[in-house]
C-alpha cells in the first residue's frame, strides 16, 4: 500500500470552475503535512501547508481530516496558469513522502 | 538570494560511466535532501545530509549511489556505473534549521543511453 496516495486524474474542468482533490495518508503518526504544485518539467513549488484547523490562501483551501487520514485541496474560480499536477506530502520525519500527483488542466 | 542552485540541468551518459550532480543550497540553510523522480511517477526520498554528515540514506540504493555534502562547497549526489534504470529527474531541496517546506532546485535530467 503506497504511503500517499491520490487519484491521477486528469481533471479537467473550465475557468471559473470549483475542483478538490483528496488524499489519504497511511503513516497515522503524520502530524504535519503540505500541497506542492508541479508544473510539467519543473521543480515541485510549495503551495500550502495543511493544519488540521484547515487554512485558507486566496483562491485555496486546505483540511486535514485526521479520523478518516485524508487531505483536500480546494480550488475555486479556476484559472488556465491553474494548469498543473498537485502533489500531496506528508511530512514525517527527515523526509517528505510524496503522493504520485493528481493532473489538474483547466480549460478555456 | 539565490535559490537552490543545481547544476547541470542535463547529464547524458552512457552505461556503466559515473554521473556527477551538484547541488548548492540556498544561502543561510543548512540542510539539504536528494530525491529522484523516475518518468510518470513521484518524487522519492533518497538522501538527508547536513555539512560533513549524512543524517538519512534510507531511500539511498545500497550500490552505486554515494552523497555527499562538505563543508566548502556544493552536494555532490554521485552514481557509479550508470544503467538506464537511473535516467531520471533528481531533485535538490535545501531548509533552515527547523523548516521542513523545503525548496527545490529545478532540477538535473540524467538520461542514461
Known amino acids: 500500500r503506497k504511503e500517499v496516495e491520490q487519484d491521477p486524474g486528469p481533471f479537467n474542468v473550465p475557468e471559473g470552475a470549483t475542483v478538490a482533490f483528496n488524499c489519504t495518508y497511511s503513516n497515522s503518526a503524520s502530524q504535519s503535512f503540505f500541497w506542492y504544485r508541479q508544473d510539467c518539467r519543473k521543480e515541485p513549488k510549495l503551495l500550502m501547508s495543511v493544519y488540521s484547523s484547515g487554512n485558507e490562501d486566496g483562491r485555496f483551501t486546505a483540511q486535514l481530516n485526521r479520523a478518516s487520514q485524508y487531505i483536500s485541496l480546494l480550488i475555486r474560480d479556476s484559472k488556465l496558469s491553474d494548469s498543473a499536477t498537485y502533489l500531496c506530502?506528508?511530512?514525517?520525519?527527515?523526509?517528505?513522502?510524496f503522493g504520485g500527483g493528481t493532473r489538474l488542466m483547466v480549460k478555456p | 538570494n539565490a535559490g537552490v542552485m543545481q547544476n547541470p540541468r542535463h547529464l547524458v551518459r552512457r552505461r556503466g560511466q559515473e554521473a556527477r550532480l551538484r547541488c548548492s543550497p540556498m544561502k543561510g540553510h543548512s540542510h539539504v535532501y536528494w530525491y529522484r523522480q523516475l518518468p510518470e511517477e513521484g518524487l522519492k526520498f533518497m538522501v538527508y545530509l547536513q555539512k560533513e554528515n549524512i543524517i538519512d540514506e534510507s531511500g539511498m540504493p545500497k550500490e552505486r549511489f554515494s552523497a555527499e555534502f562538505p563543508k566548502e562547497g556544493p552536494s555532490i549526489l554521485r552514481i557509479q556505473q550508470v544503467v538506464r534504470g537511473d535516467s531520471a529527474a533528481y531533485f535538490c531541496?535545501?531548509?533552515?534549521?527547523?523548516?521542513?517546506?523545503?525548496?527545490f532546485g529545478s532540477g538535473t535530467r540524467l538520461t542514461v543511453v
Open positions: 506530502v506528508d511530512n514525517a520525519g527527515n523526509m517528505l513522502t
Open positions: 531541496a535545501s531548509s533552515p534549521e527547523g523548516w521542513s517546506g523545503y525548496t
